[in-house]
């Protein structure tokens, strides 16, 4: 029997996107986290698809951000009202108020993972709880996470990125750190600011990371080279310039080598027994950094374990919220 009812909902409340699980259809929603404000009036203008179309093209008088920061929430209110539209946009305004679960980063404290419950219900929630994402995130991608084995999932999000042991329903050893793809778009900002004397934006830097992005500096020398528009510094002239995928992979290597130190402090925190689990069954990437270009390669060569991306990496927090919201063992467990 579901724990919520045909009401419950799942929300994968990611710094960069919000994925929304409702409980008998699935990943109905899928929305940047950004919120479009008019300062004159405070008033909210536009959220998700909208709003993320705002960044850097607005006038003065709207300002498109993201309330949330690194995994926490940045602005309490802005929070709350992008819960609110995600929720309404899931099951309607008429519906009556829904129980949520909402999936947090692992290592947040007391007072970030209370504000979340908060804002969730100041949205309209009649409960809300919360799940750890690297522990939804394992759920998601089918890793047997209630049974006596060891398993691995490293969830790359936007604002942070995840790294956890599971076994018998609970996380066993993990470690998170604020460097993920969000770090990645501001590394390759400063690096061409510094190497090329252009000014490029989020969106561009986020665009070159997907088409370019290596955790490999030796395999990027293969790839292709893209052009990029941005602002001359020297002139405060639009310009064209030819960037090489090397370039990105230097700019994203201080994010990279951060993740591999997280990855190998979970693992020298794990017992001998889940180590040799995780060494037969292999390490799960999740998130959307998980569809960086080598990582899995580069993760696997300096750990000397297989390394293998979830087949649905951008939702497997959103389907394990889902999944938990069916499952009252594993709720309970990881409930706060």
């Keep these: 029997m579901a724990l919520f009812g045909k009401k419950g909902i799942g929300i994968d409340l990611g710094t960069a996107n919000t994925n929304v699980y409702v409980e008998g259809k699935g990943i109905v929603l ?38 949330m920061k690194d995994g926490v929430i940045a602005d309490f209110d802005i929070t709350a009202s992008m819960i609110e539209y995600f929720i309404e946009k899931a099951v309607g305004k008429r519906a009556s108020k829904p129980r949520v679960v909402i999936c947090v980063p692992g290592g947040g404290t007391e007072v970030e993972k209370r504000a979340i419950i908060d804002a969730a219900k100041m949205a309209g929630a009649k409960e ?38 599971i076994s018998l329903g609970g996380i066993v050893s993990s470690r998170t750190i604020k460097m993920a793809g969000d770090q990645m778009d501001h590394s390759i900002i400063q690096f061409i600011r510094s190497r090329y004397n252009l000014l490029i934006g989020e969106r561009t830097a986020e665009a070159i990371k997907m088409e370019l992005g290596s955790a490999s500096i030796e395999a990027a020398k293969d790839m292709d080279s893209m052009e990029i528009r941005g602002r001359d510094l020297l002139t405060g002239l639009p310009k064209t310039i030819t960037i090489q995928a090397v370039d990105v992979a230097e700019a994203i290597k201080e994010v990279v080598d951060a993740i591999l130190v997280a990855i190998k ?42 390394v293998f991306v979830a087949s649905s990496p951008l939702e497997c927090v959103a389907i394990g919220t889902g999944e938990a919201l069916n499952h009252m063992d594993l709720y309970k467990k990881q409930s706060r």
């Design 265 to 306: 402090g979970t693992l020298e925190d794990t017992s001998p027994e889940i180590s040799a689990d995780v060494i037969d069954r292999g390490i799960v990437l999740t998130g959307g950094g998980a569809m960086l270009k080598h990582l899995s390669d580069v993760i696997a060569k300096e750990t000397d374990v297989p």
């Design 128 to 165: 809300a709880y919360l799940i750890e994402e690297p522990f939804a995130a394992a759920i998601g991608a089918g890793l047997p996470v209630n049974e006596p084995t060891g398993s691995m999932v490293i969830d790359i999000g936007g604002g942070t990125t995840d790294v956890a042991t």
């Design 30 to 67: 899928g929305e940047p986290s950004v919120v479009a404000i008019d300062k004159t009036n405070d008033e909210v203008v536009a959220v998700g698809e909208d709003a993320q179309k705002m960044i850097g093209r607005t006038p003065g008088s709207i300002v498109a951000i993201r309330p």
